[in-house]
T-cell receptor, first 113, second 113 residues
């Protein structure tokens, strides 16, 4: 049973536009929600992460919005650039989960120049 | 780059064979997790090692086993390979058992024929 659902599967955005990727989770025990960026042939790299006691976190052009009551969180990439073209994964874990990050299926983002 | 290295980068095996994949954790990290990433999917947690002992396991059969050495490097062993084992195998290290941020290596691409 998939515990983290991610959408859309793919996304095409024009340079300078806003990219929005959404995730929904089921387990209310999750308390850590990271986003990873993966380029072809590379391992996932941590982009930004949030805890459920915060509704929004911003780092540069990347913002996570978190809605605890709806059990949803999203990644917003402002002023999207061609270099942002990659696959993005949301994930979730719970304290004491013994290293177990639950990943979404990923969103392939293409930013057109 | 995260400082986590994996070897080999690519590997081709035939069904029924055994394979060993290796991971060198980032300096100072004593906890390592292994993930399997099938094509077009998010990584799936296999197991975690802390202080040379398995400390958490995902939904993978016993033919997936591992080791962690005193220098915190790690191995993933897979016996009786099946076609569905073809995937990218990722290791991720973190500072301690309670450290949230997992730093991924570039992965080993395994193809089972």
């Amino acid at each position: 049973q998939q515990q983290v659902k991610q959408s859309p599967q793919s996304l095409i955005v024009q340079k300078g536009g806003i990219s929005i990727i959404n995730c929904a989770y089921e387990n209310t025990a999750f308390d850590y929600f990271p986003w990873y960026q993966q380029f072809p042939g590379k391992g996932p790299a941590l982009l930004i992460a949030i805890r459920p006691d915060v509704s929004e976190k911003k780092e540069g052009r990347f913002t996570i919005s978190f809605n605890k009551s709806a059990k949803q969180f999203s990644l917003h990439i402002m002023d999207s650039q061609p270099g942002d073209s990659a696959t993005y994964f949301c994930a979730a874990s719970m304290r004491g989960s013994q290293g177990n990050l639950i990943f979404g299926k990923g969103t392939k983002l293409s930013v057109k120049p | 780059e995260t400082g986590v290295t994996q070897s080999p980068t690519h590997l081709i095996k035939t069904r029924g064979q055994q394979v060993t994949l290796r991971c060198s954790s980032q300096s100072g990290h004593n906890t390592v997790s292994w993930y399997q990433q099938a094509l077009g999917q998010g990584p799936q947690f296999i197991f975690q090692y802390y202080r040379e002992e398995e400390n958490g396991r995902g939904n993978f059969p016993p033919r997936f086993s591992g080791l962690q050495f005193p220098n915190y490097s790690s191995e993933l062993n897979v016996n009786a390979l099946e076609l569905d084992d073809s995937a990218l195998y990722l290791c991720a290290s973190r500072t301690t058992l309670l450290g949230e941020t997992q730093y991924f290596g570039p992965g080993t691409r395994l193809l089972v024929l």
